[in-house]
C-alpha cells in the first residue's frame, strides 16, 4: 500500500510503500519540478518531495501554484490522498497522482462573500495613509520590469519608505526589505488603501477606488511598435469605455522616449495630465549590468554564444508561439538558446527544455537576460526598443507578418522598412542569418538611427531621475 503524508513542520510531502524502492519520483508542474530523496527499499521505501526550491541562485521560496503531477517509477501512486493542508507560504492537498498548490489565503477569503467583504472594508478604509509605495509588475506574476528598478533606486534614495509588492502567491521573490502581499488577501486589500503611492506596468485591475491623497503611476511596459487601447483594429464601444475608465485612475506615465509619449497620449486618451519621458528605468541595468554574474546563475560559461528567443504574446493564443524548435536552433547554430515567453504566457504551457535550452519565462527580470545575451530573436514585442541599448545584433522571426500586421493587431510604423536587423520567415533562415558573419553591418544605418529616436535616454540613470521626481512631487517622503 501506498501513502502520503505532509510534515508541516518541515514542509516536506512523504509517500510510503511497501516493496522495492522506486526508481525515481518526480513532482512536475508547468513553471517547477522537483526531485524526491528517495530511501529505504526491500519492504519499505519512502520519497520524501521539498516543497520549497531555489530557482537561478535565488533563496528558497514556496513552490509556484498551480497543478502538479506526481510521478513515481515503479509505484501506485492512484489511490493517494491527504485533504487541503495550509503551510507556510502555500496550501496544498493530493487527490491520486494530482497535486494541487495554492497562494497561501484562508480559503473563507476566496469565496464570493469573503471577497466582497474584503473589498467593502477596502472602499470603506479612510486609506492614503501610509508612507509607503504599493508595487505590482505584470499582476503579480512577476518582480521586475519598471517597478522593480524604481523600487531598487527607492530603497537606497528614500529607505524608510516602505515597500509593499503585490505577488500571486510566494513563489515570487520581492526585493530585500520589501514586504510581499498575496493578491486578494486581506493584507493585499488593506496595503492597497494605505499605501500612498502605487506604481503599476498594466492595468488595474479588481475594483479600485482611489483614496484621498493617493497618486498612481504608471510605468507601462514597452515602446509599442503593434497598436494599443483605443486604436486596436475594431470597434468595440465596451473596450472604449473600459480605456478611458482605466487611464482615469492614473496620475502620472512613463514613457521611454517622445514616441511613445504621442502614442500612449492618445491611445490612452490620457489628455491633460503628465507624461515623463524619462527613459525607462528597467533598462538602467544594460548599461551599468553585469552580464558574467547572470551567465553564472543561469548556469552558463564565459566563452558561451547565448540566443534569446523572446516573442510577443498573441491575442489569438494562450501559449506562446512555436516557430522554432529550440533544441534544434541550439545545435545548428552552435548556442544556448534561453526561451523567453511572454508575461501573458506566463500561467500557460510549460517550460522548455532540451540540450543546451534554458527556460527563462520565469526569470524576474528581462533586463538581465538581454543583458547576457549576444544577440535577440524576437517579433513584434517592445524588448526590440530595450535590447537597443546595448548595441547588439537582432533578428526577426515573423511567419505570420502579414496575418500579424494586417489583421491582428496592425503596426505604427512599418517593420520591414526600418528594423535594425533581418526579418526572415523560418528557422533555416534564422540560422542562415545568425552564420552571417557581415550580416550586421548591413543593418549599421538604421540601427543607428533606431537607437537615436528610441533609446536617448536609455542612460543609465532613469530609475533615480523618476525616483527624484516622485520625492519632488511630495508622493512619498523620505
Known sequence: MTTARIDESAQMLI???AGARPTAAELIGPRARV????????KTWKAVFALRASR???????????????????ADASGLHVATTMLPGLRIAVEGSAVSIAAPIDPIYETPE????????????????????????FYGRSVGCNPRAIDRALAALAPDVVRYWSVVD???????????????????????????LLVVNDWLRR??????????????????????????????????????????????????????????RKAY???????????????????????????????????????????????????????????????DADAVVLVRGHSRTLG????????????????????????????????????????????????FLVPDLAHYRGQLRGFYFDLESRAPGPLVHTQDELVAALSDADGASAYASRYAAWRAQFNRRDDGNAAVRVVERILDQGYVTR
Open 114 to 137: 469573503g471577497q466582497s467583504t474584503l473589498e467593502e472594508r477596502y472602499v470603506a478604509q479612510s486609506g492614503g495613509t501610509e508612507n509607503a509605495v504599493f508595487f505590482e509588475s
Open 15 to 17: 509517500i510510503s510503500g
Open 269 to 331: 486618451a490620457f489628455f491633460g495630465r503628465r507624461i515623463w519621458v524619462e527613459g525607462y528605468p528597467r533598462n538602467d541595468a544594460l548599461v551599468t549590468g553585469d552580464p558574467a554574474a547572470i551567465r553564472s546563475a543561469l548556469g552558463i560559461s564565459a566563452d558561451e554564444r547565448v540566443l534569446l528567443y523572446a516573442p510577443t504574446w498573441r491575442d489569438d493564443r494562450k501559449e506562446m508561439v512555436d516557430f522554432i524548435d529550440p533544441e534544434t536552433l541550439a545545435r
Open 207 to 264: 475594483r479600485f477606488a482611489r483614496k484621498p491623497g493617493q497618486r498612481v503611476l504608471q510605468t507601462w511596459h514597452g515602446t509599442p511598435l503593434k497598436r494599443l487601447a483605443l486604436h486596436r483594429p475594431g470597434f468595440d464601444p465596451r473596450r472604449m469605455a473600459a480605456v478611458v475608465k482605466e487611464s482615469r485612475r492614473w496620475d502620472v506615465l512613463l514613457a521611454q522616449n517622445t514616441y511613445s509619449e504621442r502614442i500612449l
Open 170 to 196: 510566494l513563489s515570487v521573490a520581492v526585493p530585500e526589505g520589501a514586504i510581499a502581499v498575496v493578491e486578494g488577501s486581506p493584507e493585499w486589500w488593506r496595503a492597497r488603501g494605505a499605501a500612498r
Open 35 to 42: 526531485s524526491a530523496r528517495l530511501s529505504g527499499g526491500g
Open 56 to 74: 537561478w541562485g535565488g533563496a528558497e521560496l514556496p513552490l509556484p501554484a498551480g497543478r502538479y503531477e506526481l510521478r513515481i517509477d515503479g
Open 348 to 395: 500557460e504551457g510549460r517550460d522548455r527544455d532540451g540540450a543546451r535550452v534554458i527556460d527563462v519565462t520565469g526569470y524576474p527580470e528581462t533586463a538581465q537576460l538581454l543583458l547576457a545575451a549576444d544577440a535577440l530573436i524576437t517579433d513584434y514585442s517592445s524588448v526590440m526598443f530595450d535590447f537597443s541599448v546595448t548595441g547588439k545584433p537582432m533578428y
